[in-house]
């Protein structure tokens, strides 16, 4: 039987760099209509869903340009719905109903030191205080955060209209560049697959040293 892999998020660049390094494993994917994830009531298909896999990916995330005050209540509660609210609720249903499963949450930098979207920030912090705080149920379930600074190639970053400051944060870290996507998908299939599940309830932090001091 061929492990089963819930990945939301799978138009992402890290979710089609970690699908090339898998075999004989099915995607399960939803559509909108199936899993919508600005809608977080709880239904049976969800569940059942989540019983059936093996291990979850979820690399939902939207970020927002605007000045807080400018922005509309209904775009800022989207918006945690999406970042946080929906992958609490996942990760609730699968510590809950799927006593092997295994979980890894994309973070950001943003939740150790803040972002011009505020809500964005706040809502990756949270992710990271989730993950470290929130006690798994069984010995096989696994749930871990990875926390990437500044990823190149992805939509988010190259859409962003302040690019000197994406390049100015780059050019800052010891690394004196960002990470690629390919580096992520990498990192999450060696957690998966190659490194002990006895590490778990931890955001690692895939920073460059940017926030190195000494």
Known sequence: MSEKILII???????????KKINNTQIIAPSKSLWNMN????????????????KILLLQSVISSKFFLTRKQSEITKQININ????????????????KVKIIVLGS????????DIVYG??????????????IKYPSQQLVCISP????????TLSRKDQKNVLKSIFKN??????????????????????TDYITNTVIRVDGGKFSRM
């Open 9 to 19: 998020g799978k138009n992402s660049i890290i979710a089609k760099e970690f699908i």
């Open 39 to 54: 809608n977080t009531d709880l239904s049976m298909k969800q569940i059942n869903i989540i019983k059936s896999v093996d």
């Open 84 to 99: 946080f609210l929906s992958v609490i609720k996942i990760c609730e249903l699968a510590l809950n109903y799927n006593k």
């Open 109 to 116: 930098e943003a939740g150790i030191k803040g972002s011009y």
């Open 122 to 135: 706040l809502m990756k912090s949270s992710i990271h205080k989730y993950v470290e705080e929130r006690k």
């Open 149 to 156: 600074s500044t990823i190149i190639d992805t939509k988010m």
């Open 174 to 195: 010891p690394k004196k560049r960002g990470i690629k996507s390919i580096e992520i998908a990498n990192l999450i299939y060696s957690i998966f697959y190659n490194i």
